[in-house]
């Protein structure tokens, strides 16, 4: 399954929205909780146990759908024969293949293609996609403003402006205004008990970035 614009998955919104930057930490983590969270939205993935005193004992697990999407069933199959790990975990893993998955779901698709990037960017902030189809975009961002003018709450656009709030990309994709309204229409929206597991994971990090600076930290 590639990127369909009648069935749009909050990983290519997410993605197409930023021009698949990376090289700063919001970046990958925007693309891989957005993979987890459309597995989640999908009943593909669940999250069982919670936070408590501070340390987290919530787990993703298996769910009890399967997926037509490769690559929501590839994450499935990890899963599966994988340690244990919280959602954060499933971030950090997510990072070693998905951010390369999206991106080829979005080329196979026709919506965008690769950017040559110089190996001395590589290690800065930079972007590896072009948008060829820029009604993709349009699209994502429409969703968007349809949860900050309230006529949608739909759980797939909750769950892109849960991601990209909670990554600090929202502003960028929108500009202050927008964002304000879309943030704060956010919490009204209904996720599945795994969707909201993985928006609080997201929520502590945000909160540990502003303390200490950085995105990736230890529990």
């Known amino acids: 399954m590639t990127y369909d614009l009648a069935q749009p998955t909050i990983r290519g919104d997410v993605a197409l929205l930023n021009q698949g930057r990376r090289g700063m930490d919001e970046d990958s983590l925007a693309v891989c909780s957005a993979v987890l969270l459309d597995a989640a939205l999908a009943g593909v993935v669940e999250v069982t146990g919670k936070r408590v005193l501070g340390i987290d004992r919530r787990r993703v697990v298996a769910g009890p759908a399967g997926a037509a999407d ?63 189809d820029p009604s993709a975009v349009a699209a994502a961002l429409a969703r968007l403003k349809a949860v900050g003018d309230g006529r949608s709450l739909s759980p797939h656009a909750i769950g892109l402006g849960f991601v990209l709030r909670e990554t600090d990309l929202l502003g960028d994709m929108l500009g202050r205004r927008d964002a304000r309204h879309v943030s704060k229409r956010l919490d009204d929206g209904v996720l599945p008990p795994a969707g909201r597991a993985i928006v609080a994971t997201l929520r502590e990090w945000r909160r540990r970035a502003d303390s200490i600076g950085t995105y990736y930290a230890d529990d």
């Open 70 to 132: 490769p690559l929501i069933a590839d994450l499935r199959r990890r899963v599966e024969i994988a340690s244990p790990g919280s959602p954060g975990d499933w971030f950090e893993r997510i990072g070693v293949f998905g951010e390369d998955a999206v991106a080829e779901e979005l080329v196979a698709a026709g919506v965008a293609r690769r950017v040559e990037v110089p190996w001395w960017r590589r290690w800065l902030r930079h972007r590896s996609l072009e948008v060829t």
